[in-house]
Each structure stands twice: as C-alpha cells, then as structure tokens.
C-alpha cells in the first residue's frame, strides 16, 4: 500500500467519521425538538446509546444549546444552541480559510513541477 493509498484512506474514514458525528447530533436535536424539550418544565430524559452520541451531546451542553435541569432532565435552549450554530460556522469559515490557500498552493506545486 503507497503512502497515497494511505492517505485517501485516512480521508475517507476521516468523512465517514464527520458524517456519523454529524448523523448523531441531528438524532439528538430531532428527539429534543419532537418531544418540544424547550425549557426546563418540558425536558425530557436524554441518554445516548453511542459514544458518537454522547459526545456530541456533551459538546452541546458545555456549548450551552443543551441545559440540564436539576433533576438530570435535559432541553433545548433556543438562545445557547443560536450561539452554537453561529460559533460552529465561524470555526468552519476559520478552516477553509486556511485549507483553501494550502490546497492552491499545492496545486500551484504540483502543476509547476510537472511542467
């Protein structure tokens, strides 16, 4: 196997692993959204099955989309899962904003080299 096997290799798993992360916060909300878990009076016992799931859950309670009630309940807050969204697409827009010089550079590279 060559190094660029590897490499697709890694990329692919690395999707796979974004898409399931992705699926499992999407299961999460839609749970809290169906049972209308929005304040504390309406909250609802959530316990993920997966470690996928209990990730992304903890990522949404530290990032305040997410409370927990006293009694171990949790729900949706509007306000803080906002936040969230906004804080996620600023850390997305951050990412291309690096990936996209590094990716021309290399093109740039690759077709001056062959030439």
């Not at 196997?1 to 660029?4: I, K, N, Y």
């Given at each position: 196997?060559?190094?660029?096997d590897v490499l697709r290799l890694i990329g692919a798993l690395g999707w796979l692993l974004v898409v399931a992360m992705i699926g499992a916060e999407r299961r999460?909300?839609?749970r809290l959204r169906s049972a209308s878990a929005v304040d504390p009076q309406t909250a609802i016992s959530l316990e993920p099955r997966g470690p996928l799931a209990r990730f992304r859950l903890g990522r949404?309670?530290?990032a305040g989309a997410v409370c927990r009630t006293a009694t171990g309940l949790r729900y949706l807050d509007a306000a803080g899962f906002k936040k969230y969204r906004q804080a996620r697409r600023l850390r997305a827009f951050k990412i291309l904003a690096v990936l996209l010089p590094l990716l021309a550079l290399f093109a740039?590279?690759?077709a001056s080299r062959q030439a």
């Open positions: 196997m060559t190094r660029t999460l909300l839609r949404l309670e530290r740039w590279y690759m």
